[in-house]
């Protein structure tokens, strides 16, 4: 059995493109439910957006990527807008209930046979969306260090996905220690006594969901640019639902909780399925399949998750004693 | 108990005018309102005919348990609807406007149960309170340099009304980790903050220990010496009666009587309210009876 190729695969994709996907649709609900408390359960239609808009723009209508990428995000301003105008007035609930409710609505609409023009169906869009953004590429080779290999075309999404996530996580951590930062906080331990204060709570939970919105669109864009391909099936609930773990894996409203969570939690799935199918392939698993790994990798990490929920509630940046006072 | 100062004199002289009836005209009124009707279902909950508050003064709203004294501060502070009525603020009126506009006017509340924010820390409560800040914008929040100045001044003035309000000590901790009365004692110097012209207390001494009770009285005192007029919620008579220039006494959804503590108390009116039939029975916690035999 290879374990350096187990721990390659780990690294590589714990550091890859998919990491970075997760961890933006994260940093967006960190800026939504960790710090403003809006509880958004389709953070995966952001990201649908943004996948669509590059694919549809690029490939459909044959325009540039260039006037894609603002297209996507003008387009989930929009559904924020859309998402909040009418929920943000409401309890937190309504919002967790509209927002999953959007994301399914949008898959099925982009999978739907009668816009299978646009948005391809279940096939989705396949086509170099992405050759304007790679074509500005400047390595010349793949890398291949012991633990970590990338293609060209990797390497390059990669430098600038980690590069987008340093500068937002900047931003970030320049908006919660600010004055705006105070009022979203509070918004999200008593949004009336903010009120009663002179604030306009509903505007504040706006910006917080335009942005962190923004932050999730980001994310499929690269997931488009990277994969060259956008399918309606890859935008399913449990995108959400993965990037809310990554969120409390590193710890709510932690400016570095998304990024610490991303790499863990794919390091996490990653091993565990490679050292699965290491063993099986030699023979000292043998009551399993090569097809079992996928669902029971996800037990398994699922198992290790709910340990450290039990044992370390806060998150790897939590602080217990903040916690702590949220059961009052 | 240092002597009621300069502020509370000239209140009590200025009121002493004014009729003991419900809805009497003041002087000055900062806040002004008529026939407020507010219904859940069939029940009345508010039917004020019309009330006016004193500025400058401690005014006290009591009545017994379910009175609508909160119902009406929700509804004065835009925090719920009316059904019908109107009302104005230093003359400026006040119907349909969001919560955070009244605020914003200068007319700040607390609330029955506090709310202090607890995962923020007691200094970050503070500043929450304070008015105009430029770093609230989304996009100066990014550029620190455009709000550091004020952000410093605003701190030193929080930690001024900290140390009045004895909780500088807690400064750098949770508000979610003080003890119920530091919460109240927070949640009113968070107020104070917005320098509020007319600042409304829920319940301010609701579950309150009676030393603390004697020090929250002091700082409501020390709100009208500064300036502003307050307007309080409470049913225990006997706070009432040491701090407020006037009362007004809610029963039922309606101004019963108003007046100056010592005539409101003997009001047969306000004792029927309190206590139904039973006149005879002591009104306060102290056991201080309020009625003189017969109340007729």
């Known amino acids: 059995m290879d374990f350096s190729f187990v721990l390659g695969q780990s690294i590589t994709q714990a550091l890859g493109v998919t990491a970075i996907i997760y961890c933006l649709a994260a940093m967006g609900l960190n800026l939504q439910f960790g710090y403003t408390g809006l509880l958004n359960f389709g953070q995966v239609a952001f990201a649908a957006i943004g996948a669509y808009s590059v694919g549809v723009i690029v490939i459909s209508f044959g325009a540039s990527l260039w006037a894609a990428i603002p297209i996507g995000l003008l387009a989930s301003v929009a559904l924020a807008l859309i998402l909040g105008i009418p929920t943000l007035r409401l309890r937190a609930d309504y919002l967790a209930i509209v927002t999953i409710a959007t994301s399914e609505i949008i898959r099925l609409l982009v999978r739907s046979i009668a816009l299978r023009d646009t948005f391809g169906g279940a096939n989705g869009i396949n086509g170099k969306m992405g050759q304007a953004f790679h074509d500005l590429n400047p390595y010349h080779a793949d890398i291949d260090l012991p633990f970590l290999t990338w293609t060209r075309q990797d390497l390059w999404v990669v430098t600038v996905g980690w590069t987008l996530i340093a500068i937002f996580t900047l931003a970030t951590w320049l908006l919660v220690r600010s004055p705006w930062g105070r009022v979203v906080k509070g918004i999200r331990e008593d949004e009336n006594a903010v009120v009663s204060l002179g604030k306009n709570a509903y505007v504040y939970k706006m910006q917080a969901l335009i942005l962190g919105g923004l932050l999730g669109t980001v994310g499929g864009i690269v997931w488009a640019i990277a994969k060259q391909s956008v399918q309606p099936d890859n935008f399913v609930p449990d995108v959400t639902f993965f990037s809310y773990t990554i969120l409390l894996l590193g710890g709510a409203a932690r400016v570095f909780g998304p990024i610490v969570g991303a790499i863990i939690f794919w390091f996490l799935l990653v091993f565990v399925g490679e050292f699965l199918n290491q063993m099986i392939a030699a023979g000292w698993i043998t009551f399993l399949l090569p097809t079992d790994v996928g669902p029971i990798r996800f037990i398994l990490v699922g198992l290790g998750l709910m340990g450290l929920m039990i044992f370390r509630p806060q998150g790897i940046f939590g602080d217990k004693r903040e916690l702590a006072l949220d059961a009052r | ?296």
């Open chain 2, 1 to 296: 108990m240092p002597a009621n100062g300069q502020r509370a004199l000239e209140a009590q002289a200025v009121l002493a005018g004014v009729p003991r009836v419900p809805g009497a005209p003041k002087p000055d009124p900062i806040l002004v309102a008529s026939s407020i009707v507010r219904r859940f279902g069939g029940l009345s909950a508010v039917d004020v005919t019309h009330v006016e508050i004193q500025r400058g003064s401690i005014t006290a709203l009591i009545g017994p348990n379910g009175a609508g004294k909160t119902t009406f501060f929700n509804l004065l502070t835009g925090f719920d609807a009316p059904d019908e009525g109107t009302w104005s603020f230093n003359g400026r009126s006040m119907g349909k406007l969001s919560p955070y506009r009244v605020a914003r006017l200068g007319m700040v509340r607390t609330f029955q149960l506090t709310k202090a924010l607890n995962r923020l820390r007691v200094i970050d409560n503070m500043l929450l309170g304070a008015k105009g800040q430029r770093g609230e914008h989304l996009w100066a929040s990014l550029l620190p340099f455009l709000w550091r100045g004020q952000e410093a001044k605003n701190t030193e003035r929080a930690d001024v009304l900290l140390k009045r309000f004895s909780l500088d000590a807690k400064r750098a901790d949770f508000a979610g980790s003080l003890s119920g009365g530091q919460r109240k004692l927070l949640e009113m110097a968070r107020a104070l903050m917005s320098e509020p012209e007319l600042i409304m207390l829920d319940e301010p001494m609701a579950g309150v220990n009676p030393a603390l009770t004697q020090s929250l009285l002091q700082h409501i005192k020390m709100i009208r010496e500064e300036g502003s007029t307050v307007l309080f919620v409470e049913h225990d008579m006997d706070m009432v009666h040491d701090i407020s220039d006037w009362v007004i006494v809610m029963a039922q959804g309606q101004i019963i009587a108003e007046g100056p503590p010592g005539d409101v108390m003997k009001n047969p009116e306000v004792i029927d309210a309190y206590l139904g039939a039973h006149h005879e029975k002591a009104l306060t916690e102290s056991g201080q009876s309020l009625t003189t035999g017969d109340p007729t």
